[in-house]
């Protein structure tokens, strides 16, 4: 911008004027001065006007939205417990551009594991406290990552202390993830007037998503233009093993799992894989996936070396299958999560960050079949910046 405002004053031509004509140099000098300056300063300020009213991107600069953002319980939810019995609550920040208040949003589901036994539950009470409520949710969490870059849109963010992938519905047990997850589009007309609805989930908050949206989002008007972003939450089936994600069906029994009658398969885990629960979402919305071709968390959960390359390789060909529907970005980095980190926007493969790639699927509108895709196909092209903040965070959450 800089470099268009100085090219476009002519110097030269200002001096020649000058010399010439005696009388009028200082009036005409002036005038073009003026017209030469103004000009360039309302193309500039047009384009960012329309920048900031047609094309909602990611701004990477900070914003303070602490002070701004509400928690709101679900009072009227008599089902919208934590496990601690408390009332579940979420927090709200709305955007203070009036003209655009009502019409985009991001809303995030939080993840952190889950628990599936009386006993793992009742570990989990006593070394995860904050798991277990929304009470005591520490906020500072809320703005390392990257909910700040959302400048021009309402915030919904959604606390997990279901432990039950947001999927269970059991007074016996505490397990309320589903009936928290619904209550959230009950209590409010929030999105009545909304011409954007992006979902983002981390983790469980992603495999929440992978279930309750397929029905949720048949609901929402057709002007409205629905994304969804799953950070690392796509597991894939992997046989080799008894620990993995066939596990989880234990807990789905213990949470009195509610599944989409959408969903078929049995048993009733298949329903969470990424490359079928992605076919039941309505084809006009629009899927993310973010996902570590070493994420540490599924590693461990399938009890697998990291130097062991056949995992990797299986997710990514399992990617690979599921990409005529979906945008992916698959680096190698050994770790679990990515949004939720001070760094998240530094993230690359081959010099392509994920916040270039994220923008850019932001922008694109209406082609159904467009889909970005920047894998890491050979597993050394990936940047994966370290922060020692992000990692007591990561740390924290299991
Ligand atoms: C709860 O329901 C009551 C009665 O319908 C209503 O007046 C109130 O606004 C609701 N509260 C919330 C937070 O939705
Ligand atoms: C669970 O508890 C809620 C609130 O106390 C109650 O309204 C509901 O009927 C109970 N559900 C079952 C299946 O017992
Ligand atoms: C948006 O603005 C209108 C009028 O300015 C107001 O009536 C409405 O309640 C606002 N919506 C939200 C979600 O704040
Ligand atoms: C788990 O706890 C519930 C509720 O306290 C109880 O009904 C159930 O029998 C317990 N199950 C086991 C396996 O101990």
């Not at 701004?68 to 609550?89: E, G, T």
């Not at 999560?337 to 994920?354: A, D, P």
């Amino acid at each position: 911008m800089t470099s268009s405002i100085s090219s476009s004053i002519p110097s030269s031509e200002l001096i020649k004027i000058k010399t010439s004509h005696k009388f009028y140099s200082i009036e005409i000098g002036i005038i073009i001065l003026f017209l030469c300056l103004i000009i360039p300063c309302l193309i500039i300020l047009t384009l960012i006007y329309q920048q900031q009213n047609h094309l909602p991107s990611l701004s990477l600069t900070k914003i303070s939205l602490n002070k701004n953002f509400q928690r709101i319980l679900l009072i009227n939810y008599s089902q919208a417990r934590c496990m601690d019995n408390s009332i579940a609550s979420y927090y709200i920040h709305l955007t203070n551009n009036n003209n655009n208040n009502n019409s985009r949003w991001l809303i995030y589901f939080d993840g952190g594991w889950f628990c599936y036994s009386n006993e793992s539950c009742e570990f989990r009470r006593q070394y995860s406290p904050n798991l277990i409520t929304s009470n005591n949710f520490n906020k500072e969490n809320l703005f390392k990552g990257i909910l700040k870059s959302f400048k021009q849109f309402n915030i919904i963010y959604v606390p997990y202390c279901s432990s039950d992938l947001w999927s269970g519905s059991s007074n016996k047990t505490h397990s309320h993830g589903y009936d928290i997850f619904h209550a959230i589009f009950h209590q409010h007309n929030y999105f009545l007037n909304s011409k954007q609805i992006i979902f983002i989930g981390f983790s469980a908050g992603g495999l929440g998503l992978l279930l309750n949206l397929p029905d949720l989002l048949r609901k929402f008007s057709l002007n409205i233009d629905l994304r969804v972003i799953i950070d690392s939450a796509w597991f894939i089936d992997y046989t080799n093993n008894l620990n993995g994600i066939s596990k989880i069906n234990q807990g789905m029994i213990y949470w009195n799992t509610q599944i989409s009658k959408l969903c078929q398969l049995k048993p009733h885990y298949k329903c969470l894989l990424g490359s079928e629960a992605i076919k039941l979402f309505p084809l006009r919305v629009k899927i993310f996936i973010i996902q570590s071709l070493f994420d540490l968390t599924q590693l461990q959960f399938d009890n697998i070396n990291i130097n062991s390359y056949d995992f990797s390789l299986k997710l990514l060909d399992n990617l690979r299958q599921s990409s005529n529907r979906i945008s992916i970005f698959a680096p190698s980095c050994p770790l679990h999560g990515f949004l939720f980190r001070s760094i998240w926007s530094k993230f690359n493969i081959k010099q392509r960050t994920l916040s270039s790639i994220l923008n850019l699927w932001l922008k694109t509108r209406k082609k159904k079949d467009f889909h970005l895709h920047l894998i890491d196909q050979h597993f050394y092209s990936s940047y994966c910046p370290q922060n020692n903040d992000d990692d007591e965070y990561n740390q924290q959450i299991f």
